[in-house]
């Protein structure tokens, strides 16, 4: 069973920065395109950013382009989000997760990590 571990959230300043992991587990993660999702409060869930399974396409939202990094390690089944510049609509729980895994079973996520971005 695949399994998803986020942390690194928290309650930060607009213009500040916040550095996510993701730890992924139960699952070849290697062979797996990872996507950070986030989710405000009476919002959808929606994709933030996206990268291919040896890290060398990363695909952005419109509104985190230029503002967040993408990166991940094989090696060690890990991702991350480097978000600068946040800004208060930033503001949700993020999650990570695969897409292929997600088209299959929409139910399957962790626990997520809150961001709030807030003066």
């Known amino acids: 069973q695949p399994q998803f571990v986020e942390s690194g959230g928290g309650l930060v300043q607009p213009g500040g920065s916040l550095t996510l992991s993701c730890a992924a587990s139960?699952?070849?993660?290697?062979?797996?395109?990872m996507i950070w999702y986030r989710q405000a409060p009476g919002k959808e869930r929606e994709v933030v950013a996206g990268?291919?399974?040896?890290?060398?396409?990363?695909d952005y939202r419109e509104s985190a382009k230029g503002r967040f990094t993408i990166s991940r390690d094989n090696a060690k089944n890990a991702m991350s989000l480097q978000m600068n510049s946040l800004k208060p609509e930033d503001t949700a729980v993020y999650f990570c997760?695969?897409?292929?895994?997600?088209?299959?079973?929409?139910?399957?996520w962790g626990q997520g990590t809150q961001v709030i971005v807030s003066s």
């Open positions: 990268i291919g399974n040896r890290g060398d396409v990363m």
């Open positions: 139960g699952f070849d993660f290697s062979h797996y395109y």
């Open positions: 997760n695969a897409r292929s895994l997600v088209l299959t079973d929409n139910t399957n």
